[in-house]
Antibody, heavy 125, light 107 residues
Framework: EVQLVESGGGLVQPGRSLKLSCPTS????????MGWFRQTPGKRPEWVGF??????????EYAASVKDRFTISRDDSQGIAYLQMDSLKAEDTGVYYCTRGGYVWGTYRYVFDYWGQGALVTVSS | DIQLTQSPSSLSASVGDRITITCQAS??????VNWYQQKVGKAPKLLIH???TLQRGVPSRFSGSGSGTDFTFTISSLQPEDVATYYC?????????FGGGTKVEIK
C-alpha cells in the first residue's frame, strides 16, 4: 500500500523558515518524482513544485509564487521527500500535501497519483 | 497561464442520478487532464487521468472524456459516498493548475 505521511507543520512567524518531511512506503521511491501542493479552506489546490527522480537528474520545478524561497529535496536511501520553506509569508498559510509523481513515458510530464493526508502550516505573528 | 473553467460550481442530485461536470481550457491541452475527488477534510484522490483513463481501483461509474479544450466528467449512478468536491487539473505544461471545483451533494 502506497503511503505518504507529511510532518513538520505548525505555526511560524512571517519571515521565518519551516521544513516539511514526507516519509513514504509501499513503492520504489527512487522511480518517482515527488511533488508538493497546498490548499487553503474552500479554495482549489495549488501546485507548489516537484523534484524529478535521479534518472531525470533530480531536477526541480517551482511555482512562481514560491520560487527562490522554497526548496524541494529528496533522500532516495530513506524514501523521504522534503520541502524547505524560507522567508515565509502569510499567504503561504495552508495545508501542504506531499504527492507521488508517475512519469508519463515520452511526454516529460507527470501524473500526481497518491497524496499524503496533509500538514497544516500557519504563518502568523 | 492556461485557465480551467469548471461548471457547475455546485450541484445537488438524487441517489442513482447521472451527473456531468464540464471543464473548459482557455487553450488546447490535448488530453492532459486529470480529475480528482476531494472529500471534506481529506486529500484529493485521483479518479481519472489523461482525460478518460480510470485510475486503478476506482469504480466504473466514474468516467471522463474530451480532448483539446472541452472535457467532461460523469458519474453514471450517484452514490451517497460520492459527496465531495471534484476538480479537473491540467498537466500539459507548468504551472500545473486546477479548475475551480464542483461541489456535489445528495438531494
Amino acid at each position: 500500500e502506497v503511503q505518504l505521511v507529511e510532518s513538520g507543520g505548525g505555526l511560524v512567524q512571517p519571515g521565518r523558515s519551516l521544513k516539511l518531511s514526507c516519509p513514504t512506503s509501499g513503492f520504489t521511491f527512487g522511480d518517482y518524482a515527488m511533488g508538493w501542493f497546498r490548499q487553503t479552506p474552500g479554495k482549489r489546490p495549488e501546485w507548489v513544485g516537484f523534484i524529478r527522480s535521479q534518472a531525470y537528474g533530480g531536477a526541480t520545478e517551482y511555482a512562481a509564487s514560491v520560487k527562490d524561497r522554497f526548496t524541494i529535496s529528496r533522500d532516495d536511501s530513506q524514501g523521504i521527500a522534503y520541502l524547505q520553506m524560507d522567508s515565509l509569508k502569510a499567504e503561504d498559510t495552508g495545508v501542504y500535501y506531499c504527492t507521488r509523481g508517475g512519469y508519463v513515458w515520452g511526454t516529460y510530464r507527470y501524473v500526481f497519483d497518491y497524496w499524503g493526508q496533509g500538514a497544516l502550516v500557519t504563518v502568523s505573528s | 497561464d492556461i485557465q480551467l473553467t469548471q461548471s457547475p460550481s455546485s450541484l445537488s442530485a438524487s441517489v442513482g442520478d447521472r451527473i456531468t461536470i464540464t471543464c473548459q481550457a482557455s487553450q488546447g491541452i490535448s488530453s492532459f487532464v486529470n480529475w480528482y475527488q476531494q472529500k471534506v477534510g481529506k486529500a484529493p484522490k485521483l479518479l481519472i487521468h489523461h482525460a478518460s483513463t480510470l485510475q486503478r481501483g476506482v469504480p466504473s461509474r466514474f468516467s471522463g472524456s474530451g480532448s483539446g479544450t472541452d472535457f467532461t466528467f460523469t458519474i453514471s449512478s450517484l452514490q451517497p459516498e460520492d459527496v465531495a468536491t471534484y476538480y479537473c487539473q491540467r498537466f500539459d505544461n507548468l504551472p500545473l493548475t486546477f479548475g475551480g471545483g464542483t461541489k456535489v451533494e445528495i438531494k
